[in-house]
């Protein structure tokens, strides 16, 4: 009888150890798999949908904001953490490093959303506007990333920098913003290079209009300073740049879905691109493929080393072959 307890027991504990055996690597793998990443700028617009977006893909999200109120709001989302995160305070972003690394779940992302825009001419533009700008829109991302790089380097992670259609092409009252979003440009080629080196792939989405609360924000900025168009020497289009504050104006943009799904693919997919086109009006695609080929010709123009037609054509289809590699990264 004894013998017979004894095999029970033995078969008892095999069963045990068998299915504990089973179940472990698979509890495991659910504590691993939820990937955390971090989205600046994410109380509103664009960076709330993204927030939003990658939150209900099961992802855990830690999203940076400025003010009480949007974090508890943030905060009272499945999967997302609001915290403390002013991209200009050297202060917040080393106290959010503490909190992602005491979450546990260490960081596969960052998402340099957070952003500004001041619309004004060139010549005649306030020097701490300027600076304001480029503050926020390129030492923003810089300090953010290069407190967070050990951990994105260590997951060998993915960096989504937002950009602009304006980072390509600009124009009137556009310059500041522009100036600011060619330095992200600028900023993505580089950091792709050398994070490639240590497996981190980086990319920049470039978002076309969309509703957004950085002309809010840009408003209320220069009602503050009460800017009289009256006092320009360019007048006319001084009160043009003015209307755009106007209370009554619709908000005619559609909602940033698009550019959510870019960094989607962006940090999730196998093979990311180098650069996300997120528009969702086909004119402002053209608007920028005819910039980058008037750029195209205007080098091409008149020089020593320039291309014939013929020649051009050939380079564009070798560009165009499926195992053509357009970033330094990907080589």
Known sequence: MSHKITLCILIAATWLLTLSMTASPAAADEAVAQKAVLVTGASSGIGRNIAERLAA???FVYAGARKPDDIKMLSSIDNIQGVRLDVTIQTDIDAAVQTVKAGGLGLYGIVNN??????????????????????????GPYRVTKAFAPMIIESQGRISNISSLAGIASGPAYGAYSMSKHAVEAFTDSLASEMSSVGVRVSAIKPGAYNSSASTSYCKRRKAQDKNPGDSLFEELSMDIASICDDNAPNQYPEPDRVADAVLDALFSENPKADYLAVSDPRQSEFVIRNILQDLVEFNRDYEYSYSREKLIEMLDE?????????????
Request: charged share 25%.
């Open 57 to 59: 893909e099961g992802y």
């Open 114 to 139: 957070a952003g500004v825009v001041v619309m004004d001419i060139m010549a005649e533009m306030d020097e701490s506007d300027l600076e304001f700008v480029f503050d926020v829109n390129v030492y």
């Open 319 to 331: 560009t165009l072959a499926p195992t053509a590699k357009v970033r330094s990264w990907q080589n």
